[in-house]
């Protein structure tokens, strides 16, 4: 046990249901910055539910919303 050593636990995802939400990946066009949504098919508001720092956490995102990273869209 390190005496300064925090564990992070990271928190679960938050259950979107799939008739009401799409999944997006939103993109900065000045950074590059990509950021995992799920998008509101009535309102068309975004929530986001995690940053994309690599192709790993793509996977990540859609595994566990059940999702091909081909019927993920990029909105800009």
Partial sequence: MGLFKKTRETPPLPDFPAAEYEPVIRCSICTGEQVACMRSRSTGK???????????????FCRNYRVRPEDVRKVY
């Fill in 46 to 60: 975004l929530h986001e539910v995690m940053f994309l720092r690599s192709p790993e956490d793509l996977e990540t």
